[in-house]
């Protein structure tokens, strides 16, 4: 019995180390220092006549800014968190989005022009997040791949299984 006490106290102390392992990044992060500079460009379509056609799936695909984008190697496998908006890729029966792209502004793939390959995270999720929820942003955990993702809307530069997703809020100033 004493074994069992011990071991519960261990792993007790051990949580908040392992949740001190995480590290809080930027969108920044994710680009090489010595990397190019990109032009980011999130322009709107503000013409609510063009949104249709933006958002069908016959209207013309945009152009993703630097599709092949430089990556941070050093980053894969580091347990990060990163806040982003949520694309939604797979939705299950019970509105629930288990899989995603996780980009740097509202409207990023959608409403314009897909971000450089290395500004969006191709995310999966086991309990994933309502579908109603995805006009906020959210902060999303995990260990953090670098590798190279194709999706029907942008290449992708990252990738992550998420341990945890909610809701992005501000601090209190």
Not at 22 to 35: F, G, H, M, N, Y
């Amino acid at each position: 019995m004493p074994r069992t006490l011990l071991a519960t106290l261990l792993l007790t102390l051990a949580l908040p180390l392992a949740a001190a392992d995480v590290r809080e990044i930027t969108w920044s992060d994710l680009i090489p220092p010595d990397a190019p500079p990109q032009v980011v460009d999130p322009t709107p379509i503000h013409d609510l006549s063009q949104l249709a056609d933006a958002l069908s799936e016959a209207g013309p695909a945009a152009m993703q800014q630097s599709p092949a984008a430089p990556v941070v190697k050093e980053l894969n496998g580091q347990a990060v968190k990163l806040p982003g908006y949520i694309v939604p890729l797979d939705v299950t029966d019970e509105g629930r989005v288990v899989e995603f792209l996780l980009v740097p502004y509202f409207g990023a793939c959608i409403h314009v022009p897909p971000p450089p390959s290395n500004q969006i995270v191709h995310v999966t999720s086991e309990l994933g997040v309502l579908l109603d929820a995805l006009y906020q942003p959210f902060w999303v955990e995990g260990p953090l791949k670098v590798e190279h993702v194709s999706s029907e809307l942008a290449e992708v530069g990252y990738q992550m299984e998420a341990d945890k997703i909610y809701a992005y809020e501000l601090p209190d100033s």
